[in-house]
C-alpha cells in the first residue's frame, strides 16, 4: 500500500520497430509496495550483500553458465532440479479451473525449495508466503531462505512458489499483452500518472480517470479471448495450488508462514481446508473480511502512531543522529508539517548532474509517497529520511534522490543489435505489479458508485490517518470499474476450528496491517493465539526481536503456543546505530549471533504490499 517501482526489462524492439537489445528501466507504477525504493537506499549502505546468490551455475569444466527455468520440462509431479546453486527448483502443472479442471488448460506453477541443512530430527518443509498480493515467492526464497531457517529451525525445508500469473509461472499476467513494446508501453502509460490525492484540488478526478483507463486495458488482455487467465488468478484458486503442492511432495498438512497478504491466503487455506493446517505463523494481518469486501479504512488504524513515532524516536536521539530533530516531538511534526506546505507551492528543482542527465523536480507528491513507504521499515529508513528532509527545507533536493528512485533517462534509446535470445528469460523481481492488481481486483467485491463514492472514502482515509490516509486511499483506486471476476472467489465464512492451532502476530503498531486486524482473525479461529511485538512497522520482520523469533521457532518445532497476551520486544531503536551495544540482547554464542543476523537480513527486505492503484 505504497510507492511501488518496478524494475522492468524493457526491449528497444517495441522502440525503433526492429530488433534491440534489453535495456533495465525503473517504471513507476502507482501506490503499491515500495521495495526498490527502500532496497535503493539499503544499497548506500552495503546490504546488497544480502542478494549475493547468483544466477549462474558452473558447468562440468568450472565455468559459469546461466542457468534458466526454461530448461525445466513441466510436469504434473513435483520433479526437483538442481538450481541456483543450492536450491532445487521444479515446474508443477495444475489445472487453471479447479472447479472444472481440464488437461487442455494449465498452469505452469514455479516452485522452489531450500533443503534442511540438519537431517537428524527433520521436521518437514515450511511455505514461505512473502506477500502482496504478486509478492515472488521464488524472488524471496532465493534470496532469504537460509534466514528463514535460521529462525524457523534448519531441520525444516523452506519451500514457496510464484503464484498464479505472477514472475517465472506461466501464462503471465501482463495488462500490455506481453509483447515486445508491452514495457515500453507500460513506462509511457505510468509516466502519466497524476499526483497523490491531496496534492492539489481535483486531482483525484483525474487519478479516477486514469485508474478506469487502465482497468480497461487490462480487461482487454487479460480478461476476454486466449488470454482468460485474469479469471484464474484468486486467492481461492492459489490456496489450491497450495495444496496440491503439499500433497505432490507428500505431505499430510501444511506448514505456513505468511507476511500480509500471505495472511489472507493463509486464513482462506485455514477456513477452506482446516483439516489440512499442521502448523501457521500469519504475521502482520489482513483483515480477510474488509480485504474481502475491499471497504472499510480500519488499516490505517496504526499508521498514525507509526507517524508519531519518527518524531518521537528523533528527539530522543537528538541533532547528531537525527537531522531533523527539533525541541520537541511536536515541533519537529511542525516542521514536517511547513516543509510539506512550502513543496505544494515552491517545489524543489535540482539541476542535472551532467550532460547526459536531467533536472529533477521534488514535489510534495513525491515527498508524501516516500515518507508513506518509510513506514514500513523504520528502523531502515527513518536516518536517511530525516537528512533528506531536513535537505529539503534548505532547497537541496540531493539527499532526497539518494534515497529516492530515480526515473531520469527511463526512455530506452534505439539500438539494432539483434538480440541472442528469441525467447528471452523472464527477470528476477521481487513482484508483478500487473498480476498484483488482478488478485486484489479478482479477491474484492467490485467497487461501485463511481467517482463520488470513491471522493468519501479518500475524505474517510484521510480522516483516518492523517500522515498517509490520502496516499494509501489508492488502495481502492486500482480496482474502479474493473470488469474481470474471478470464477473463484472465496468470500467467506472465513474461520474454522482447525485441529492445529494457528499463531497470529502482529506489531503493536503496524503502518497497514494493524494488530486490530491479527485479533479479528484470531478469533475466527478457536484457540489461536496473538503474539504482539512492541514495535513499530510492517510486520513482525521489520523489527529484529529475538523473543518473537523463538517464539515462532518453538511453535515450528514443538507445536507450543506463547501464553494469552505475551508481548516481545524489539532489539533495536530506530535511529540508534546498529551494533550489538544498542541491542536489548547481546548473543552469548554462535547460535545466538546466527539468529541474530537472520533477523537484521529479514529486516532489511520488507513484503510486499500493492497494488494499490496505477
Known amino acids: ?159 514457496s512458489f510464484d503464484p498464479r500469473g505472477v514472475g517465472v509461472t506461466i501464462p503471465q499476467i501482463s495488462c500490455w499483452n506481453l509483447s515486445s513494446s508491452s514495457s515500453i508501453s ?86 477452506i481446508w482446516p483439516q489440512k493446517v499442521g502448523r501457521m505463523v500469519l504475521d502482520g494481518n489482513v483483515d480477510a473480511e474488509q480485504y474481502s469486501s475491499g471497504e472499510g479504512t480500519h488499516f490505517l488504524t496504526d499508521t498514525d502512531a507509526v507517524m508519531n513515532s519518527f518524531f518521537t524516536y528523533c528527539h530522543a536521539a537528538g541533532p547528531t543522529l537525527c537531522a531533523l530533530y527539533a525541541s520537541s516531538p511536536s515541533t519537529i511534526e511542525a516542521r514536517l508539517a511547513t516543509l510539506l506546505a512550502t513543496l505544494k507551492n515552491s517545489p524543489v528543482i535540482v539541476p542535472a548532474s ?29 536516518p536517511a529520511l530525516a537528512s533528506a528532509l531536513a535537505a529539503l527545507e534548505s ?53 461501485t458508485g463511481g467517482v463520488s463514492a470513491f471522493s468519501s472514502y479518500v475524505e474517510q482515509c484521510s480522516n483516518a490517518s492523517k500522515s498517509a490516509g490520502a496516499t494509501m486511499a489508492s488502495m481502492r483506486l486500482g480496482c474502479v470499474e474493473w470488469d474481470v471476476r474471478a470464477k473463484w472467489r472465496f468470500k467467506g465464512p472465513f474461520g474454522a476450528d482447525a485441529e492445529t492451532k494457528i499463531l497470529f502476530v502482529g506489531n503493536r503498531a503496524d503502518n497497514i496491517t494493524p494488530l486490530k486486524s491479527a485479533y479479528i482473525n484470531a478469533a475466527k479461529f478457536p484457540g489461536s493465539v496473538v503474539l504482539e511485538q512492541n514495535s513499530y512497522g510492517h510486520t513482525s520482520l521489520s523489527m529484529p526481536s529475538r523473543c518473537t523469533a523463538k517464539t515462532i521457532q518453538e511453535y515450528f518445532q514443538e507445536g507450543a503456543m506463547p501464553g494469552e497476551g505475551k508481548v516481545c520486544e524489539g532489539d533495536l531503536i530506530p535511529f540508534q546505530p546498529w551494533n550489538s551495544s544498542s541491542a536489548t540482547v547481546v548473543a552469548e554464542d554462535d547460535e545466538h549471533a546466527e539468529l541474530d543476523e537472520a533477523l537484521m537480513r529479514l529486516m532489511k527486505f520488507p513484503p510486499p504490499f500493492g497494488p494499490r492503484g496505477r
Open 186 to 271: 507500460s513506462l509511457l502509460w505510468d509516466i502519466q500518472a497524476p499526483p497523490v490525492l491531496d496534492a492539489h484540488p481535483g486531482v483525484l478526478y483525474d487519478a479516477y480517470a486514469h485508474a478506469s483507463a487502465f482497468s480497461q486495458q487490462c480487461a482487454s488482455t487479460i480478461g476476454s479471448g486466449e488470454y482468460i487467465i485474469g479469471k484464474f488468478v484468486s486467492t481461492a484458486s492459489v490456496a489450491r495450488d497450495m495444496l496440491h503442492i503439499v500433497e505432490k511432495l507428500g505431505e499430510e498438512k501444511l506448514k505456513y508462514w505468511g507476511f500480509s497478504y500471505g495472511t489472507f491466503l493463509g486464513v482462506t487455506f485455514a477456513s
Open 395 to 447: 532547497g537541496d533536493g540531493k539527499p532526497f534522490l539518494s534515497i529516492s528512485p530515480q526515473f531520469q533517462d527511463q526512455l530506452p534509446l534505439c539500438d539494432t543489435t539483434s538480440s541472442p535470445d528469441p525467447e528471452p528469460e523472464m527477470p528476477e523481481v521481487e513482484s508483478s505489479a500487473d498480476a498484483s492488481l488482478a488478485i486484489l481486483c479478482t479477491d474484492q467485491a467490485p467497487f
Open 354 to 382: 551532467s550532460p547526459n542527465s536531467r533536472p529533477e523536480i521534488i514535489t510534495f507528491s513525491r515527498v508524501r509517497k516516500l515518507i508513506s513507504s518509510a513506514l514500513y521499515r523504520p528502523l531502515v529508513v527513518f
Open 1 to 159: 500500500m505504497s510507492v511501488k517501482v518496478r524494475l522492468a526489462v524493457v526491449s528497444t524492439t517495441g522502440a525503433c520497430g526492429k530488433p534491440g537489445s534489453v535495456k533495465v528501466a525503473f517504471t513507476r507504477v502507482g501506490l503499491t509496495s515500495i521495495l526498490l525504493v527502500i532496497f535503493l537506499w539499503w544499497r548506500e549502505f552495503g546490504f546488497e550483500k544480502a542478494l549475493s546468490r547468483s544466477w549462474f551455475e558452473k558447468s562440468s569444466n568450472g565455468d559459469m553458465k546461466e542457468w534458466r527455468w526454461g530448461e525445466i520440462k513441466p510436469s504434473e509431479d513435483l520433479i526437483w532440479y538442481s538450481c541456483y546453486n543450492e536450491y532445487d527448483c521444479a515446474r508443477l502443472e495444475v489445472p487453471l479451473d479447479w472447479l472444472d479442471p481440464s488437461p487442455r488448460n494449465m498452469v505452469t506453477i514455479a516452485v522452489i525449495r531450500y533443503n534442511a541443512t540438519d537431517r537428524t530430527n527433520y521436521k518437514g518443509p515450511i511455505f514461505i508466503n512473502p506477500g502482496g498480493p504478486g509478492g515472488s515467492g521464488i524472488w524471496f526464497v532465493k534470496h532469504l531462505a537460509p534466514y528463514y531457517q535460521s529462525v524457523v529451525g534448519r531441520n525444516h525445508d523452506i519451500i
